[in-house]
């Protein structure tokens, strides 16, 4: 068993989309097309691309879908904190120079 990695890799190819159902004709969906999904995450995808889309169309199974999200949301939260450390850091560095600099602007009115 290994962690997931490389989530947000993987997750960044998949294109949601917009698009008509077959049935019920006329309803607009939000999804993802599965004949796309499978060259990027096969395991979500079953169905063939060969066969008659109006009698077995391809189908994502979206709960294969949700560890990768998971993963993904884990390593932009692992981001997030580094990020939150280095602002962190920035915001002490550019408080001292504007403590400086306000110093030297009080010793350059002595003059």
Same mark, same amino acid.
């Given at each position: *068993?290994?962690?997931?990695?490389?989530?947000?890799?993987?997750?960044?190819?998949?294109?949601?989309?917009?698009?008509?159902?077959?049935?019920?004709?006329?309803?607009?969906?939000?999804?993802?097309?599965?004949?796309?999904?499978?060259?990027?995450?096969?395991?979500?995808?079953?169905?063939?691309?060969?066969?008659?889309?109006?009698?077995?169309? *391809? *189908?994502?199974?979206?709960?294969?879908?949700?560890?990768?999200?998971?993963?993904?949301?884990?390593?932009?939260?692992?981001?997030?904190?580094?990020?939150?450390?280095?602002?962190?850091?920035?915001?002490?560095?550019?408080?001292?120079?504007?403590?400086?600099?306000?110093?030297?602007?009080?010793?350059?009115?002595?003059?």
């Amino acid at each position: *068993m290994q962690n997931v990695s490389n989530a947000l890799h993987i997750i960044s190819d998949i294109a949601p989309k917009t698009y008509e159902c077959i049935k019920p004709s006329g309803v607009t969906e939000y999804g993802i097309i599965a004949q796309e999904l499978l060259k990027i995450y096969t395991q979500a995808v079953s169905g063939s691309p060969d066969s008659d889309v109006n009698k077995d169309p *391809m *189908m994502v199974d979206y709960s294969r879908i949700t560890p990768l999200l998971t993963a993904g949301v884990k390593e932009l939260n692992d981001k997030v904190k580094i990020l939150s450390e280095e602002n962190k850091k920035l915001k002490a560095q550019l408080s001292k120079y504007e403590s400086l600099e306000k110093r030297l602007e009080t010793l350059e009115q002595k003059k």
